[in-house]
Structure formats: structure tokens, C-alpha cells
């Protein structure tokens, strides 16, 4: 079956950096878009990033442009977030997700969730 699974949370201070990594199994990447949520307490589910890993096209909500890139390994099915200079407000919990293409991410139609990461930013 399908299994998203995250890891390289952690707690670092603001303006460090973090790497999340999600192993996918289960499926055929190549025809999938696999992207990261996010969800900080008190606050509803959000887009970060995604990647088509067919065509390489990428997503980025605004509040993460120019800090976070999205990857993945030439080798495996582990797609990678690396966010750098993160702020207090980046903390939260980030899920690895898998859908259709950009269209059904931006549109949050996602079939597959991993259980997510812990991310903490603060001093």
C-alpha cells in the first residue's frame, strides 16, 4: 500500500536550517506530484511546496519562496525539503503528501498523507 513517511524534524533556533526527507512505497512516483503540508497548533492544514515529479515543476506558497526547496534523490523515491533562514512562524507539523499533479495540490485533493514531522523554531 501507499506510505508516505517523513523524517528530520526537529527543534533548531531561528535563522538555522532543517532537511525533511519522505520515503514514498507503494506507488509509481513518476506519475505523482509530492508535495509537504504544514499545520501549526490552533491553525488549519497548508500548502508549502510541491514537486511534479513527472515534469519537475515546482510550488511554493509565498510565505516559504526563496527559503525552502523541494527535491528529490536521483536514486531513490525520497523526496526532500531543505528549508533554510526559518522564522518562529515556520513552526508546526509537516506532512508529506502524494496527489495527482500541482492543479489537485494547490487545490488541497489529496489522497495520501504521511503522519508528519515536528518542526519547532525558537530561541
Known amino acids: 500500500q501507499v506510505q508516505l513517511v517523513e523524517s528530520g524534524g526537529g527543534l533548531v533556533q531561528p535563522g538555522g536550517s532543517l532537511r525533511l526527507s519522505c520515503a514514498a512505497s507503494g506507488f509509481a512516483l513518476n506519475y505523482y506530484a509530492i508535495g509537504w503540508f504544514r499545520q501549526a497548533p490552533g491553525e488549519e492544514r497548508v500548502g508549502v511546496s510541491c514537486l511534479s515529479i513527472s515534469d519537475g515543476n515546482t510550488y511554493y506558497a509565498d510565505s516559504v519562496k526563496g527559503r525552502f526547496t523541494i527535491s528529490k534523490d536521483n536514486t531513490k523515491d525520497i523526496v526532500y525539503l531543505q528549508m533554510n533562514n526559518l522564522k518562529p512562524e515556520d513552526t508546526a507539523v509537516y506532512y508529506c503528501?502524494?496527489?495527482?499533479?500541482?492543479?489537485?495540490?494547490?487545490?488541497?485533493?489529496?489522497?495520501?498523507w504521511g503522519r508528519g514531522t515536528q518542526v519547532t523554531v525558537s530561541s
Open positions: 503528501v502524494a496527489t495527482h499533479d500541482l492543479g489537485y495540490y494547490k487545490d488541497a485533493i489529496i489522497p495520501y
